[in-house]
């Protein structure tokens, strides 16, 4: 049994809104092993990124609210810890990069006095000692004048190298654990690759483990070592990376596959699932893919199907693998 | 940063001329004959024609405009023809008057209005908030010269806790006591004047600040662990303040104006009422050098606000 | 089901159900209501005139039918306060629209042209903002004379810069959509854009403002008349009823003669701030969430 790093099990997130409360995450189980990638992957509004911010305990409050669930993370529920405690686990031992760069850093400090800031209340360091560091994660992120850049505002950095520096900062204080929440969708395809790459890289040097969220499959092929696919705030599979593109099982995750030329097998047909994502006001009755769902049967819409295991670590939630499902 | 600065001076240069052909055409259109004043009642007429000749008042209206406005360039403003002085030594004896008045009005709205605005944005919808956004409702809306009445009437009428009116200066106090003495003679005109802009200053930073707290980069600070109090203070707040810059020099003009009206009221001898005594007397002199002075003022203020931003806000440094 | 009920209303029926649901503002427009309903009939119910001088009641308190006593000269306070609703929210009424017809079209031109235009107009406007407004109106009153067609004027010429700045700002993001465009293509001239694309869908803010700016003109009003350079007496405004408070014994002895046009200022100031705060959060779409 590999050591897991952590571990969250049956997450319900709602919010309230003018129309009603809404679930944005319902009974989500996430496990990520030590020092590797666990991909999430799903379409806009799946609830990635909600699952991402309940674990960081930031589900803006006061519409947002964790109802349940638990997140076990060096030995803890993150979810029984008082507000300060959490605030000292977050940027130390748990960190987030997020999806604009432009808006991510805050654009009347410097680079420089971000990042020190961190090592400062996190690691107790002086001045002196955060400016060292903060210089030598510069150049770890490959961002060339890491002694000048450091003096430099946000505005005067492009996408790219705002990323990197993102990233420099979550990365700043050794944490255990780290969440990228699709951190290269923003930027141009070339730096994306360059951006993926340092993160791999990164990964395999310090030893990090880190949540990926992207909506992107092929990020994930190039990433992950295990992926989740969620769908309409539930995980739909849950497998490692070679058997979900080589045996997908839920017709979600085959039409994601699908969808992308690059994924596709000889022979095989581009497709797109048709249809669009349901909003969270109206979820259908029973699984929440059958109204797009081209193997849907008469249970499909009256039940919500379990997350079963349909092989060893590959678990899926639908009916065509269930004895219940008729087959 | 130079470059901005200097761009931010060039754009003066047109305002000033501007405020000043303005300022100069309102006191030609001013009915009555400012310089009959001038002029002995016995002189016979024809001398009259002459001096008023010689003091160029039948030129065209544009070399009078040039004149005026080379002589104000050198700080010459004439001779006011009610106190037989010249202006710009009436002008500096008002001046230091106006200026306390004004800038403690100025540093009492800010330290009491963000503060308040801060409290009230990170409670929204609290009693705190809905308190600070009903003084505010009331300090917009009150006429600033009514409630000085009022304070008169009641604080220093009926209560007796503060001066009626004055500056108190020349009471024969020295020292600390002349201080303290001024001091108490300042608090109801500065809380008067304070007033409208201490409600406007809170409303905005309020609102900047519900603007800054949902942006992005507070969400990456909370990320990263930093205490929530900072987070407001430093990360939200020095971000929150730039459009409250903007806001504060806005508010200079309409300062000046509550100037005129408080300083009315408490019979505070600054610029204010200098120029309703100009007005009053048709001294022209006077008050064209006075509104003149104000316009200097505020334009520079406008300067320094610029130099302010530049300091907030990085963006405007490197560009 | 409940937000396709109000993705199906009009934007200008959204904005009556969120205001309706403000509970400052709906109490703004019904306070605004009574105010304007007594400027507007009161003064056909009181049994005295507004010059009316009774030399044997100068200066006395309230007593019996005459509610808020006397003036130094012997006149009814009530009738005048009734009498000064009218002129001041006259002044502030006309004012605002001189104020928002000259703001407008500045405004709309400098957003709609840009360049040269543009720029004479935003210098204009700095110029007319650098500048205490107070101050111009004071030196413009003393210069024109303070009648109530003056003081309309001189406080409409220099109010405008707001809505000027707003409407501005508006045009210069709706001209960039692609209605605008179309509309280009159809064989519309500029002037028929901004009339029938441009001036209706910046008609939001122009009310928000409108209203707002009323409440200043009518402070401005007050604070001019008080130092006498407003409307003069013996036509009686909320602002120079005041001006009896500039004398000392007044303040001191006589409350009657100056707080209650002071309290109608302030209420009703109030009232219109708290309905143009309920019409721009109702009217302004980035407050939708």
Known sequence: MEDITLKAQGIKTSFQTSEGKVVAVNDVDITIREGKILGVVGESGCGKTVTALSIMRLVPEPNGKIEEGRIEFMGKNLLELSSEEMRKLRGAEISMIFQEPMTALNPVFSIGYQMKEMLKLHRGMTDEQATERAIELIDMVGIPRAEKVIKEYPHQLSGGMRQRVMIAMALSCDPKFMIADEPTTALDVTIQAQVLELMKDLNEKMGTAIMFITHDLGVIAEMADDVVVMYAGKVVEESNAISLFHEPKHPYTMGLLRSRPDMLEEGEELQSIKGMVPSLLRMPEGCPFNPRCEHRMDICVKEMPQLIEVKPGHKTRCWLYDDKGGK | ?319 | MKKNEVEGLSPWKIAKRRFVKNKLAVLGLILLGVITLGAVFGPMLTPYEAHEQQMMMRNQGPQGDNLLGFDSTGRDILTRVLHGGRVSLAVGIVATSVATIIGVVLGSIAGFYGGIRDGVIMRLVDIVMSFPFFIIAAVASAAFGPTVFNTMLIIGLINWTLIARVVRAEILSLKEQEFVEASRALGLDNLEIIRIHLIPNVMAPIIVYSTLTIASAILIEAGLSFIGLGVSPPTPTWGNMLEAARSLTTIQNYWWQWIPPGLMIFFTVLSINFVGDGLRDALDPKLKE
Do not use: C
């Open chain 2, 1 to 319: 940063m130079k470059k901005y600065l200097i761009r931010r001076i060039l754009i003066l240069i047109p305002i000033l001329i501007g405020v000043s052909m303005i300022i100069f055409a309102l006191i030609e259109a001013m009915p009555g004959d400012p310089y009959s004043d001038m002029i002995d009642p016995t002189v016979p007429p024809d001398l009259i024609e002459e001096r008023l000749e010689a003091m160029g008042y039948f030129d065209p209206l544009p070399v009078r405009y040039v004149r005026w406005l080379g002589r104000t360039l050198r700080f010459d403003f004439g001779y006011s023809t009610n106190y037989g002085a010249p202006v710009s030594v009436i002008m500096l004896n008002r001046l230091p008057n106006t200026l306390i008045l004004g800038g403690f009005a100025l540093l009492f709205s800010t330290i009491v209005a963000i503060p308040l605005g801060i409290i009230s944005s990170t409670r929204q919808y609290s009693v705190v908030d809905y308190i600070v956004t009903v003084f505010a409702f009331i300090g917009l809306s009150i006429p600033a010269f009514f409630f000085g009445l009022l304070m008169i009437r009641y604080l220093a009428f009926e209560l007796g806790w503060f001066p009626i009116a004055g500056t108190g200066a020349g009471a024969g106090y020295e020292g600390v006591r002349m201080l303290l003495h001024r001091a108490h003679h300042l608090v109801l005109p500065v809380v008067v004047l304070s007033l409208l802009s201490l409600a406007s200053l809170m409303r905005y930073t309020r609102s900047s600040m519900l603007e800054v707290i949902k942006q992005d980069y507070i969400r990456t600070a909370r990320s990263k662990g930093i205490k929530e109090k900072v987070i407001i203070y430093r990360h939200a707040l020095k971000n929150a303040l730039i459009p409250v810059v903007t806001v504060l020099t806005m508010m200079l003009p309409s300062l000046v104006s509550g100037a005129v009206l408080t300083e009315t009221v408490f019979s505070w001898p600054g610029m204010g009422t200098l120029m309703i005594d100009a007005i009053d007397n048709d001294d022209y002199p006077l008050l064209m050098g006075i509104t003149m002075m104000l316009a200097i003022i505020i334009v520079f203020a406008n300067l320094l606000a610029d130099i302010l931003y530049a300091w907030i806000d990085p963006r405007i440094k490197y560009d």
